[in-house]
Each structure stands twice: as structure tokens, then as C-alpha cells.
């Protein structure tokens, strides 16, 4: 989810729920010793697509910002809700960490 370490939502837009999901994301990652190139797939569930679409710019910079030139495999699954409000993106992610 959109939400920091204490389940709060700071931003009810598209581009900052992403960010901090991906930060989320990267965070746990790391806890395990991986990197972002560990991520071999994301799922991404949006409740928004009108936003999603206009807010692509800036995705693509959060992206680059965090996770550089590595595209896994990607799904965008538009849905009409998601439970936690005011959620507008969710992310999934595998990631397979080599053994140290």
C-alpha cells in the first residue's frame, strides 16, 4: 500500500501512493539482503484509471529514481476498489534474493 511505516496515507494522488508503496516494497527487500534487481515481478492494482494514465510521468521518474533501468515483469490490474482507504494503487512483488 500507499502508506508509511505506521499505516498512514500522506497523499490521496496516484504518483505519491506509488512511491511510498515502491519504497514499502524496497524496504522489506532489502530487510531480506536483496536489491531492487532481486524484483522478478509486480502487480500493481489500481482503482483509478483516468489518474493511473495521467499520472504516468511521474511514475516513470518515481521508477527511475528507485528502481533505475530494471523492469521486471509488470501487470496493471485496474479494480473498482481496494480495501484500505484512500488507496488508490497497491503493489505486489517477487523477488528472488540470491543465496549470500
Known amino acids: 500500500m500507499g502508506w508509511d511505516a505506521q499505516q498512514k496515507f500522506h497523499s490521496t494522488e ?9 519504497q514499502n516494497i524496497l524496504a522489506v527487500l532489502a530487510e531480506a539482503g536483496g536489491r ?4 522478478c515481478r ?8 483516468p489518474a493511473y494514465l495521467a499520472a504516468r510521468p511521474q511514475l516513470g521518474a518515481i521508477w527511475k529514481r528507485l ?3 530494471h523492469y ?10 481496494l480495501l484500505d482507504s484512500p488507496g ?8 528472488v534474493v540470491p543465496a549470500s
Open 14 to 22: 496516484i504518483a505519491p501512493q506509488f512511491d511510498q508503496a515502491l
Open 36 to 39: 531492487p534487481e532481486h524484483i
Open 42 to 49: 509486480i502487480t500493481a492494482f489500481c482503482c483509478d484509471k
Open 67 to 69: 528502481m533505475g533501468r
Open 72 to 81: 521486471p515483469c509488470m501487470s496493471m490490474i485496474f479494480v473498482s476498489d
Open 88 to 95: 488508490k494503487i497497491e503493489l505486489e512483488a517477487t523477488a
